[in-house]
């Protein structure tokens, strides 16, 4: 399992996630366009889930083509079998919770699997930030994403951002990936105000739902990366 975003050997820097991607040629795009991480979403309500069958698939061709990058097994209020099952089909490096796990299901989690815990938040006002912090203890990231809407059907990956400045200058405990609405052309100005760790993004770079655009990829990749060695400066 890798420690950190980008290989045991590699430098620090900011990390670029591009998440639910469910072909080979999206996962290709995303490894030459120079991700840290991938995503594979395992909630079938999503356009972008995959199979057991199809993400052992992804994860190994992932690992082929670059042996740093890590996999992110994305997950909503999952059961042990089906946690346990997705752990024998990829062995994940994180294992990303985006359901209403509370923090004592974070800690569960964590200390029952060979994959770090990043536990996703919904933010929308100043009591969303004092939950994050709830989870600095029994998790190793956050992903800060965009509070979704009472009646919608994904926890996320509905292309909303919400307010950064709601966020801008304050500190959770651990480390946090931003997401929610990131886009090529708004990434650097939401990393400016921010100060992630890293990013992240899906409906940013498809061109419907589920679909992702290579050159979107590319793009994304891109400017995120040169936002966030500008922001580490």
């Known amino acids: 399992m890798s420690t950190d975003f980008s290989g045991p050997d590699a430098p620090p820097r900011g990390v670029v996630k591009i998440c639910g991607l469910s072909t080979a040629e999206s996962v290709e795009a995303a490894i030459d366009a120079g991700a840290d991480m991938i995503g594979l979403v395992f909630f079938a309500k999503s356009p972008r889930h995959v199979t057991y069958h199809q993400a052992a698939e992804l994860a190994a061709l992932a690992r082929r083509l670059s042996p740093s990058v890590a996999i992110a097994a994305l997950t909503v ?21 985006h359901g209403s796990e509370t923090p004592a299901r974070a800690a569960l989690v964590r ?28 998790a190793d990231r956050l992903l800060l994403d965009a509070r979704p809407a009472a ?23 651990l480390p946090f990936l931003l997401s929610g609405g990131l886009t090529p052309e708004n990434v650097a100005a939401a990393v400016a105000l921010t100060r992630p760790l890293g990013v992240d993004v899906s409906s940013g770079v498809e061109t419907s739902p589920g679909v992702k655009d290579i050159g979107r990829i590319h793009a994304f990749v891109s400017a995120a990366r040169e936002a966030l060695d500008m922001a580490g400066q």
């Open 77 to 97: 209020d999952a059961s042990d079998t089906e946690l346990a099952t997705i752990a024998r089909s990829i062995a994940p490096d994180w294992l990303q919770l």
């Open 111 to 138: 200390g029952q699997y060979d994959a770090l815990v990043m536990k996703a938040i919904g933010i929308g006002d100043a009591a969303d930030i004092e939950e994050a912090r709830r989870y600095r203890v029994v």
């Open 151 to 173: 009646d919608a059907v994904l926890p996320g990956g509905n292309g909303v951002a919400f307010d950064h400045r709601l966020i801008a200058g304050q500190r959770f405990g």
